[in-house]
């Protein structure tokens, strides 16, 4: 098992943004399943409000505004920001890579190292991890990791396993070199042979767009209904995978590295759903209060989460020097898990577009 640890590079500030259209998920879908079906699937995974990008909007929209709050709010120089990883699965196009689009829409130099990372719901761990690595190296001054999805654009709204859960968000986080941050350490991981867990089978270059990707069917004996071109979930197996690998893979970063876990601040989650969460949170017997809640008001945004749930949660909490653990997983299969101080983290208010 590989730890990588990152010495004196930290977070300095975050902001966020969502979607202005507030989905109400016990109105939801009402024209499609019956309104009690509806209540007993939005009471179990805990998903009361998501908010949903219009079909002009993109993930690269909500990173933008994410990081234009950011960018005013700090007062950044714009010419001194070296860096630019965007995480997210859903791009504006194919080609070209949509972080290299933001660097000129931002108003970033051409000298701006700029790339794409194509990873789910772990997405901001292991980005998180990819910019500390480039920012530890002198002659980087200040980088942007934006993380953005629109998965309201993913799955449909006729397959029950997943249509009310996902929302969309985009988030930024200004990340830059100081000895306050001491070190953070990441424990990355990945299992390619349960890839088939949570998948889009159609649209890419294995399985090319066509008439027979995009044709609608019924997918299983409860009346689901979805193309290859949308999104699905083995629900039961993603759940055997998380409850397994996910303490697990907390306690190897906790033992390793020497800390304790019950010394974190907090311990922010990716927002999968509220029984996971739950049932991982009591297994490893982890405070109630220290664990922060977004799923509730904004859904499982993917790789967007776990920043999204600092910015609307802990945004008045972080003052001083605060350890937090996080924990990321999903899409891949790929899951990670990181001990990150945070020192006076300036957290900007949620911006709406």
Request: glycine fraction near 8%.
């Amino acid at each position: 098992m590989a730890i990588i640890t990152y010495s004196n590079v930290g977070i300095s500030a975050l902001a966020a943004c969502v979607p202005k259209t507030v989905i109400d998920n016990y109105e939801y879908d009402l024209d499609v399943f019956p309104k009690e079906d509806v209540r007993k699937v939005v009471d179990k995974i805990g998903v009361y409000e998501r908010r949903f990008a219009d079909d002009t909007t993109c993930a690269s929209d909500l990173c933008f505004a994410a990081a234009e709050k950011l960018i005013s709010d700090n007062g950044i120089d714009r010419s001194e920001i070296d860096l630019l990883v965007l995480v997210s699965q859903t791009p504006d196009y194919r080609m070209p890579a949509t972080s290299i689009l933001l660097q000129h829409r931002l108003g970033l130099p051409t000298s701006c190292i700029a790339f794409d990372v194509n990873l789910g719901c772990s997405g901001f761990l292991f980005g998180l991890s990819i910019a500390y690595s480039f920012m530890e190296k002198h002659g980087l001054r200040k980088a942007l990791l934006l993380d953005g999805e629109t998965r309201s654009k993913v799955y449909n709204r006729r397959d029950r396993r997943s249509a009310f859960i996902f929302g969309d968000a985009g988030v930024a986080a200004l990340i830059e070199r100081n000895e306050k941050f001491g070190e953070s350490h990441f424990s990355l991981n990945t299992d390619g042979s349960r890839g088939n867990l949570i998948m889009i089978p159609g649209g890419g270059y294995r399985n090319m767009s066509s008439t027979e990707t995009l044709k609608e069917k019924v997918v299983d004996e409860y009346g689901n209904i979805r193309c290859d071109e949308n999104g699905y979930m083995n629900g039961d197996d993603v759940f055997n995978f998380v409850i397994v690998e996910i303490p697990k893979d907390i306690r190897r970063l906790m033992t390793a590295t020497g800390n304790d876990l019950q010394s974190m601040d907090y311990y922010v989650f990716h927002q999968a759903n509220t029984f996971i969460n739950g049932f991982i949170s009591k297994l490893m017997k982890l405070d109630k209060d220290k664990i922060p809640w977004s799923i509730h008001q904004y859904g499982n945004t993917s790789s967007a989460s776990v920043p999204l749930t600092i910015v609307s949660e802990l945004k008045d909490k972080m003052e001083g020097h605060k350890k937090l653990m996080l924990s990321a997983f999903g899409v891949g299969m790929a899951w990670a898990t990181a001990i990150v101080p945070f020192v006076d983290c300036k957290i900007s208010e949620i911006v709406e577009v």
